[in-house]
């Protein structure tokens, strides 16, 4: 009897001594959240995000045997600064949260200030020179300048003498509009309006109306929805027939904008385009590969400095970043500043019959 239970004994020790070996076994976890307009009138890019987050990291444990485990929140926004504010609080008490990832610059600017206050790494993708402020912030877009001296030369070769602006009312643009004003002025453009679009705005044929009899050569229109739908059948509501420009390709969603020039970043390398594309399904649109990028990056430094049993500190995971320079980005080119503002190019394309078709300049 006693040897029986002498083997009892003996077989659970070693059943715990197992257990304690695949604990031991665990990899430690990094944990990413991002907040994204998973719903509403945002959802198209924010899945289109999502993908992008969920395919690099796919990717990544496809090509090694990663050291640490890495894992994805996501929680929905619906593009409001409440329901972030509360998801970023969300990832930080209960998830435990090692990063957050915003899109563009209205969120970024909020959350940069979130990520220093509770040391987060923070990586978005918006057009604004203030959201990688601080040391925990990157912002993986094209710089504000970079897009303002490349449309104002394009409108420039266009011949376009008279400008019109409708934008949409946000801190989104607080950067790029004085510099943008300024390269339209040193390319001898004249803005002969600026209408600001406000959120809650759902009637804009008064203000358009004002504006088309100013005769402007060109409309530069920077809106998303709902504005941008609304815009495009009040143009037809008007039989305005003009060329637009537009720093986004968030026009695709509504009707009227065949022809339209569409200013943005670089949708990456043709390879990664075809490999997003093969992988999920979509396009790739703004911030696809810039996203995409920016998981990898995460990922290529917890795997460069950690030694997978314990987490590497924060501040060590972001200043190897920084330092950087020889990162495999899906651009093709890597341009990281001492700000952590990682610049990417500026392209021009027209829309035709659906389809986005770069213009060579």
């Not at 890495?70 to 090692?98: G, H, M, P, T």
């Not at 504000?144 to 266009?158: D, M, R």
Request: charged share 20%; glycine share 6%; proline share 3%.
């Amino acid at each position: 009897m006693k040897k029986i239970l002498l083997s009892i004994c003996m077989l659970l020790a070693l059943t715990a001594c197992k257990d304690e070996n695949k604990v031991n076994e665990q990899k430690p976890v990094v944990k990413i959240g991002a907040s994204l307009p998973l719903t509403g009138n945002m959802a198209e890019t924010g899945q289109n995000l999502q993908q992008a987050m969920v395919l690099a990291l796919q990717d990544e444990q496809a090509k090694q045997n990663l050291k640490y485990d890495y894992q994805l929140y996501f929680e929905d926004d619906q593009y409001e600064v409440k329901k972030a504010v509360s998801n970023w609080n969300l990832f930080k008490s209960v998830r435990n949260i090692d990063a957050i990832f915003t899109l563009w610059g209205t969120m970024g600017r909020i959350a940069s200030d979130f990520a220093e206050k509770n040391q987060v790494i923070h990586m978005s993708c918006g057009l604004s020179s203030v959201v990688s402020n601080g040391f925990y912030n990157f912002n993986n877009a094209t710089k504000p300048i970079t897009h303002a001296e490349k449309i104002a030369a394009f409108y420039k070769n266009k011949g376009v003498k008279n400008l019109a602006l409708f934008y949409y009312n946000c801190a989104e643009f607080d950067d790029f509009l004085p510099l943008f004003r300024q390269k339209l002025s040193d390319n001898g453009i004249n803005i002969i309006s600026e209408t600001a679009v406000n959120p809650t705005d759902r009637d804009l044929k008064i203000a358009m109306a004002k504006v088309q009899q100013l005769n402007p050569d060109m409309l530069h229109v920077q809106l998303i929805p709902p504005q941008a739908g609304i815009f495009a059948k009040t143009l037809k509501e008007l039989n305005w027939n003009i060329e637009i420009g537009n720093l986004n390709d968030l026009l695709l969603t509504a009707e009227s904008f065949d022809g339209a020039y569409i200013f943005q970043d670089d949708a990456g390398t043709p390879q990664f385009v075809e490999h997003f594309k093969d992988a999920t399904g979509q396009r790739v649109i703004g911030c696809t590969a810039n996203f995409y990028d920016n998981v990898r990056l995460l990922i290529n430094a917890y795997e460069h400095i950690g030694d997978g049993k314990t987490l590497p500190k924060k501040e060590d995971v972001i200043t190897y970043i920084l330092n950087n320079k020889n990162f495999d980005s899906s651009f093709g080119q890597y341009d990281i500043d001492e700000n952590g503002h990682i610049n990417t190019p500026s392209t021009v394309k027209q829309l035709e019959n659906g389809q986005l078709k770069e213009i060579e300049e």
